[in-house]
């Protein structure tokens, strides 16, 4: 893919309604995407069917989810969900009586990682078994859901896997260093990418992130014929991060957050979606704007395109809902800064020589740099300071704004999907936002 193909157009078609199957790809944890595009379904009147990725026992087992968690689980997600463990990756396969990758890494140290090397024989018959049991799960899962879906209906699975990091002791303290270290502390992510470790990382993340859509398109084949022949539509969507366009300078250009180990995989995932839609499936990923969640609160700095969120507000029209979104973020704001001051910040970081260098949307993912670190983590952590309250902060305003607006963003293109991959740039989201509160 050479540049980014954005969504231009707010949708205006329509396809799901009342009696219609909403099926969560992916479990529904805290805050994040998938709330958006979950509220949309309900909004819509489907019925929602969900999955649990299961739970471990206490000798690393996949389990089904007990009553209680269960019914928690169900309240949660506003539907039925199949009780048959679908998690994602290898790294706690192994073969009888042989080391998990896991437990493989568990051998290395913070002195040695860099030189340690594991056996890949082993490592694929892991990542073999690993496929194995989620296939076999998914087949289990496809069948119970074949009998809850009915004729004619119009079904949307949405694909919301991602991650993948095995939980290593090792990784956990190399992963400190490189996506919140400067100066002494920091460290270079291609090191990591190049060692036996990382490329173990970047096969785990190929299974959770990207291969699992695949494996949901081909185990949904059967369901898809039958709804397609009785005159119902399927659907799938997916969450990707391939960069964001958003104002710099007075006008949108690509920017992205760096180093995105994961990166990798969410290219693999826009693979798997292209040849899905060259074979007739409509299977669309939606590269959506940087936001803050549980799991990128790891990536110092993802958050700052962020903020300018606001400027697109607006740009694109807005009034004034977008003038009350501005006050309510200078009311987070200690006494004596302005929302102009951290504007001006976020615009200097971004302009900076140092930045614009990242700014090559063919050499994504690129490898972080101790100047990037040290300007990135550094304004991360001076607009931190500018907030009256760190656990309440502009950037946590805006990522539920965000969430807002590429719910129906995705779920009303998907009706009628304009190609594989899309991006969801801040013109789209602010766009989409005014008319929400227009």
């Known amino acids: 893919m050479n540049c980014p193909t954005p969504l231009t157009q707010l949708p205006q078609s329509t396809l799901f309604s009342q009696g219609d199957v909403f099926v969560l790809f992916g479990e529904l944890f805290g805050r994040g995407y998938a709330n958006g595009l979950v509220a949309e379904a309900r909004k819509a009147g489907m019925e929602i069917v969900g999955i649990t990725v299961g739970r471990r026992d206490e000798n690393n087992a996949l389990r089904p989810l007990d009553a209680e968690e269960l019914a928690a689980a169900e309240a949660n997600l506003g539907g039925r969900?199949?009780?048959?463990?679908?998690?994602?990756?290898?790294?706690?396969?192994?073969?009888?009586?042989?080391?998990?990758?896991?437990?493989?890494?568990?051998k290395m140290t913070l002195k040695t990682w860099m030189n340690d090397t594991l056996d890949w024989a082993h490592v694929e018959q892991c990542r073999a078994i690993g496929v194995k049991?989620?296939?076999?799960?998914?087949?289990?899962?496809?069948?119970?859901?074949?009998?809850?879906?009915?004729?004619?209906?119009?079904?949307?699975?949405?694909?919301?896997?991602?991650?993948?990091?095995?939980?290593?002791?090792?990784?956990?303290?190399?992963?400190?260093?490189?996506?919140?270290?400067?100066?002494?502390?920091?460290?270079?992510?291609q090191v990591l990418l190049d060692s036996d470790l990382g490329k173990l990382i970047l096969q785990n993340f190929d299974e959770v992130s990207a291969n699992s859509f695949g494996y949901l398109i081909e185990g949904s084949a059967a369901i898809r014929a039958r709804i397609e022949k009785t005159g119902g539509q399927v659907r799938y969507s997916a969450y990707g991060y391939h960069g964001t366009e958003i104002l710099i300078d007075g006008r949108y250009q690509w920017q992205t957050y760096t180093n995105y180990t994961q990166g990798y995989a969410?290219?693999?995932?826009?693979?798997?979606?292209?040849?899905?839609?060259t074979e007739g499936v409509k299977a669309t990923v939606y590269n959506c704007p940087e936001i803050r969640t549980n799991s990128s609160d790891i990536f110092v700095g993802v958050e700052l395109p962020l903020?300018?969120?606001?400027?697109?507000?607006?740009?694109?029209?807005?009034?004034?809902?977008a003038e009350a979104q501005w006050q309510a973020c200078r009311a987070l704001l200690q006494d004596g800064v302005t929302l102009e001051n951290l504007l001006q910040?976020?615009?200097?970081?971004?302009?900076?020589?140092?930045?614009?260098?990242?700014?090559?949307?063919?050499?994504?993912?690129?490898?972080?740099?101790?100047?990037?670190?040290?300007?990135?983590?550094?304004?991360?952590?001076?607009?931190e300071r500018m907030h009256k309250d760190n656990k309440a902060l502009v950037t946590d305003l805006l990522s539920t704004l965000v969430l807002e607006a590429t719910g129906p963003l995705m779920f009303n293109e998907s009706a009628a999907p304009g190609g594989p991959v899309l991006w969801l740039n801040h013109d789209i989201v602010a766009r989409q936002l005014n008319q929400l509160h227009a």
């Open 133 to 189: 049991r989620f296939k076999d799960a998914l087949a289990e899962v496809m069948a119970r859901l074949d009998g809850m879906i009915g004729d004619g209906r119009n079904v949307y699975f949405a694909h919301t896997m991602a991650g993948g990091i095995p939980k290593a002791k090792v990784f956990l303290a190399i992963a400190n260093r490189i996506y919140k270290g400067r100066g002494e502390r920091f460290m270079s992510s």
């Open 266 to 277: 969410k290219m693999r995932l826009e693979r798997v979606a292209q040849a899905a839609w």
């Open 81 to 106: 969900i199949i009780n048959v463990p679908l998690m994602a990756g290898f790294d706690l396969d192994a073969p009888a009586g042989g080391p998990t990758p896991t437990e493989m890494l568990g």
């Open 307 to 321: 903020i300018s969120l606001l400027e697109a507000l607006k740009h694109e029209g807005g009034g004034a809902w």
């Open 345 to 383: 910040k976020v615009g200097d970081f971004h302009c900076s020589e140092v930045m614009q260098g990242f700014r090559d949307f063919a050499a994504w993912p690129m490898p972080n740099s101790p100047a990037l670190a040290e300007l990135m983590i550094g304004t991360s952590d001076e607009i």
